[in-house]
């Protein structure tokens, strides 16, 4: 008989207790495993190499060449020279030879801020108004998620049309107040209106995030506080607030990462003029533009790598322990 387990110690007059040997979690899962089918076993391994066969493909090797172009004068131009310059690039980013690189730091930091406190802001509100099951409720959530489904270029010329400076409605309406603009012209109103276009194509997707979080919060909850007299913001701020955590940090980083990594929305609307040059746009105008500098441009896009990874990893664990805080 195979030995279950070795006894252990106990004082006089009392049973012995067996300490069974635990299967480690690898073992358990491969036993699990092993019950499956051939079959099933060869379409669950081949789905999981063909995923990770993309994954290197299309995410690691283009992100290796990136960096190994970084270090490279390469132009792209057909049979001009290509020669290692080291840390070159990197080093003229913060010189007069790379300009705006500093100011697209600047730019980006407005942009993935007003983006991810507007977008957030106005998710809560119509999740909390379009949560109930019904029709008008389910149609009118169905037409603040529609905008993701539009391409980018789609939306870029949506707005373009709607916003331009000669003949548009918005251009009208401003006529009739006695205002003049240049819209997406205009160093003062580009910005803003551009975070108002990245808001609107992404806030459906925050808004049902929301919604999901808000249905897994128990009226029993909500009766209670009914009970005790708790008025509508207090019930939001002690109760629906504190239990939507888990949705906010997904939200948040989100909006975080995506915005930081935006460029071919702005490409569209501004590419990058009247103080919309963001890092993003930045590394897309240096790589492809006129003077066309791959080197200096993957630079560019790995110093966007470093800050993307140096905002999110702490803002997650920021957002972690406030979920812990708050939850318990």
């Known amino acids: 008989m195979a030995d279950i ?18 299967r480690s979690r690898v073992t358990r899962e491969s036993s699990l495993a092993r019950l499956m089918p051939r079959s099933s076993r060869f379409w669950m391994w081949g789905g999981i190499s063909v995923g990770l066969a993309f994954y290197v493909l299309f995410g690691i090797v283009p992100t290796v060449a990136n960096l190994i ?22 080093s003229l980013l913060f010189t007069s030879q790379a300009p705006g690189f500093v100011s697209s730091i600047e730019a980006t930091l407005i942009f993935v801020v007003g983006v991810t406190v507007v ?18 409720a389910s149609v009118l959530r169905l037409l603040a998620f529609f905008p ?29 107040l006695g205002i003049q603009s240049a819209f997406f012209g205009s160093s003062n109103v580009a910005m803003p209106l551009v975070i108002m276009v990245q808001v609107w194509q992404n806030l459906g997707f925050t808004m049902i995030v929301f ?21 509508s913001w207090q019930r939001f701020r002690s109760i629906t607030w504190p239990m939507m955590a888990p949705a906010v940090s997904v939200n ?3 909006a975080v990462v995506g ?22 746009m930045f590394a ?23 800050v993307a990874v140096a905002v999110a990893i702490p803002l997650a664990a920021l957002l972690r322990s406030r979920e812990r805080r708050l939850l318990g």
């Open 5 to 22: 387990g070795r006894p252990l110690s106990a004082p006089r007059g009392r049973r012995t207790v067996w300490a069974v040997p635990r």
């Open 69 to 90: 172009v970084s270090f490279t004068n390469y132009s792209g131009f057909p049979g001009s020279p290509t020669s290692f310059v080291g840390f070159s690039n990197y």
């Open 119 to 136: 977008q957030n802001a106005i998710a809560v509100a119509l999740a909390h108004r379009l949560q109930r099951d019904g029709k008008t």
């Open 148 to 176: 993701i489904v539009l391409g980018v270029t789609v939306v870029g010329i949506v707005f373009l049309l709607l916003f331009d400076p000669v003949s548009s409605p918005a251009q009208a309406i401003f006529n009739a």
């Open 211 to 231: 919604i999901g979080a808000l249905k897994t919060i128990p009226q029993s909850i909500y009766e209670a506080a009914a009970l005790d007299g708790v008025t």
């Open 252 to 254: 948040v980083l989100f």
């Open 259 to 280: 915005s930081l990594t935006t460029y071919n929305l702005i490409y569209i609307l501004t590419d990058g003029a009247f103080g919309t040059n963001t890092l993003g």
């Open 284 to 306: 897309f105008n240096t790589a492809f533009g006129s003077s066309a500098d791959l080197g200096l441009g993957a630079a560019v896009t790995m110093a966007l790598f470093v």
